[in-house]
């Protein structure tokens, strides 16, 4: 049997505005990068406590990452 990731979109949960805030938060009171993405994880957890640390940390990266992080293609 072969496990597959979540199809959940992490960005559509009720927790995310909370990631980003607590992220932002962190990002202008001069934070290590470090603490900024731990700030998002910690508020993901407050809103869904009965979650495991691994999934937590993964939901909350998949916001900030996909709020933050833009691709761009030289060509």
Known sequence: MVWRGS???PTA???AA???DAFDGARRA???SVDCYRAGV???RRT???QSAEYTAKQ???VILA???SLRVDE
């Open 60 to 62: 909350a990266v998949a």
């Open 7 to 9: 199809t959940i979109d």
């Open 30 to 32: 001069g934070l290590a």
């Open 18 to 20: 909370s990631v980003l």
């Open 67 to 69: 709020a933050k992080i």
């Open 42 to 44: 910690e508020a993901w």
């Open 13 to 15: 949960d009720v927790a």
């Open 48 to 50: 869904h406590p009965d």
